[in-house]
């Protein structure tokens, strides 16, 4: 897929994977995923989104646990004819993030990739008893994002 920045190993690389179905169509979908300064309208755990340029944006976001992230998401691949919409981030995660959107049974099939390193200090110093927590909580907020989607579409 692809590899964040640095050689810190595997103890603070995290490697997500979430398939969402979804009962909109693949246009309306991919429209409403690539206007990233709006997620926080739909998806709770997504606090602040805050436009750099035409290409960049700085994220504010916290799941279950109490931590926040924030990290500066910069567009890598926006492809509407395949669904591709992929960034680059920086700041306390290191690394990328992809949705794939397509046709799926139904509806539409969102397919959610990151590969990122963890590099918030705090944080990278619980990695070792943290990491199951820390995957948990990615877990339930991936849940959070897909209900907070659905019900956003749903109101059309």
């Given at each position: ?13 995290y ?7 979804l ?6 979908v ?6 990233g300064?709006?997620y926080?309208?739909?998806w709770?755990q997504?606090?602040e989104?805050?436009?750099?340029d035409d290409?960049?944006?700085?994220a504010?976001f ?24 992929e ?6 995660l290191?690394?990328?993030?992809r ?10 099939r ?6 990122v ?6 944080l ?6 943290g ?7 990615h877990?339930?907020?991936m849940?959070?994002?897909r209900r ?5 579409l749903?109101r059309?």
């Open positions: 897929m692809f590899a964040p920045s640095g050689p810190s190993g595997r103890l603070h690389r490697r997500f994977r979430s398939v969402w179905l009962s909109a169509q693949p246009t309306v991919y429209a409403v995923l690539e206007r300064e709006a926080p309208r739909w709770p997504v606090r989104v805050v436009p750099l290409r960049s944006g700085s504010r916290r799941s279950f646990l109490p931590y926040e992230l924030t990290v500066v998401a910069t567009e890598v691949r926006r492809d509407p004819g395949v669904g591709v919409l960034v680059a981030m920086s700041g306390d290191v690394g990328r993030a949705w794939t959107v397509a046709p799926g049974a139904g509806g539409t969102v397919v959610f990739e990151q590969d390193e963890l590099r918030k200090p705090a990278r110093w619980w990695a070792l008893v990491r199951p927590l820390f995957r948990i909580n877990v339930l907020m849940r959070a994002g907070g989607l659905a019900a956003w749903a059309g």
